[in-house]
């Protein structure tokens, strides 16, 4: 049998060894690449397999991960006094059999995303899973085990005492009429924005516990047309719940989904030291939830546009993608539309923003606090 050649290399004992002139190193986060010094390239994926392959757990006991002065990571093991360019995990290596990602668009469905994917030992988290996207979310995710809330009041939201991998702020309403919670506040924003905060501070540690642990919340392209900071880039109350007079459902919505990324941002920037991570996307435009049953004018337009929309697997697609693709292990602060990541409007975009936001929140929080039911 002719021996196999690979771009004209010379074949070698191994599938798995490399070519003459070639090195195997990895990234300080464990992924693994391969550099050719006849060529002075460097590649992602083997020379011969075409596999990827990313570093599995700690370092052993007494490895320590240094640089040099030309920016390339080393290893000093402290035991037998000395270094090396080779990860030593590099025994124990994670195989990714495709050579290129997947590649997903907005005709994927949430199954395809997680065609291949293990729940069977994550614990998941979705509000405002008793219909629409929520509801599909919920229900392509059994070998999980899922937890439906809902966050309409502050005394509405739980704690959970045990793991939680991954929770999906997707509750949400839109074109309500000028209502205020009994906390006081008007309903879109406690909806869709401090329910959620309040259910994260509620979980933080539990997040951190558990681990890696994945946030995920559901937003709109719609924040681009609205903006919630005075001249000094302060976070206004008044614009987020105002009066009466002054409130038009379709801008709270807007406002209040411009919260959700700047939330998203400034809880990753917060959590992401402790092993968890949050990024924040679009579903899709229009489409038929009950969303919109408050007003009789909008139904009838997502009636109009439902032909032309997304269907609800399609729309669950991206928050599934964020929250289980591997792709996105220990990444965040980021926002996704069609499985893509694209970048939100600059007020987004803006860190002051979202500090100032958290401040007002975790405020309206204390001045509102609760006795809390821990399951």
């Not at 219909?131 to 085990?145: C, F, K, V």
């Not at 900071?229 to 807007?254: F, H, I, R, T």
Request: with cysteine; hydrophobic share 35%; aromatic share 10%.
């Amino acid at each position: 049998m002719t021996a196999l050649k690979y771009a004209g290399m010379d074949d070698t004992d191994s599938e798995d060894e490399l070519p003459p002139g070639w090195e195997e190193r990895s990234t300080k986060d464990g992924w693994v690449y391969y550099a050719n010094h006849e060529e002075m390239k460097t590649q992602w994926e083997h020379p011969k397999t075409g596999k990827k392959k990313r570093c599995a757990g700690a370092l052993p006991y007494g490895w320590e991960q240094e640089t040099d002065d030309k920016g390339q990571i080393f290893y000093s093991d402290h035991i037998n006094k000395r270094t090396t360019y080779f990860d030593p995990r590099q025994a124990f290596t994670i195989e990714d059999m495709q050579v290129k990602p997947k590649r997903y668009d907005g005709n994927t469905t949430a199954l395809e995303v997680l065609h291949d994917c293990d729940l069977s030992d994550k614990v998941v988290v979705i509000t405002g899973a008793n219909s629409g996207i929520g509801e599909s979310q919920n229900s392509i995710t059994p070998a999980a085990s899922p937890f439906v809330l809902m966050t309409y009041s502050q005394g509405s939201v739980i704690a959970l005492s045990k793991p939680l991998h991954i929770l999906v702020c997707n509750a949400a309403v839109c074109t309500q009429p000028w209502n205020l919670t009994e906390d006081g506040l008007e309903t879109t924003f406690q909806i869709c924005h401090l329910g959620h905060f309040y259910l994260v501070e509620l979980l933080q540690d539990v997040l951190r516990h558990s681990a890696p642990a994945r946030v995920v919340v559901v937003s709109s392209e719609s924040h681009r047309f609205t903006d919630l900071v005075d001249s000094c880039g302060k976070v206004e109350l008044k614009l987020l719940s105002p009066p009466q007079k002054e409130y038009w459902s379709m801008l709270a919505y807007n406002r209040a989904k411009l919260c959700n990324i700047l939330f998203s941002n400034e809880l990753h920037r917060r959590m992401s030291p402790h092993g968890v991570t949050c990024n924040a996307l679009h579903p899709g435009n229009m489409m038929y939830t009950s969303i919109h049953r408050s007003w009789w004018l909008m139904t009838l337009l997502f009636t109009f546009a439902r032909p032309f929309t997304k269907s609800m697997q399609q729309g669950a697609a991206t928050t599934v993608y964020c929250a289980v693709a591997p792709e996105l292990e220990g990444i965040g602060g980021m926002y996704f539309n069609n499985c893509f990541r694209c970048l939100p409007s600059p007020q987004a975009q803006d860190p002051t923003a979202a500090a100032s936001l958290w401040e007002l929140s975790e405020r309206l929080i204390q001045e509102r606090s609760t006795p809390t039911q821990v399951l």
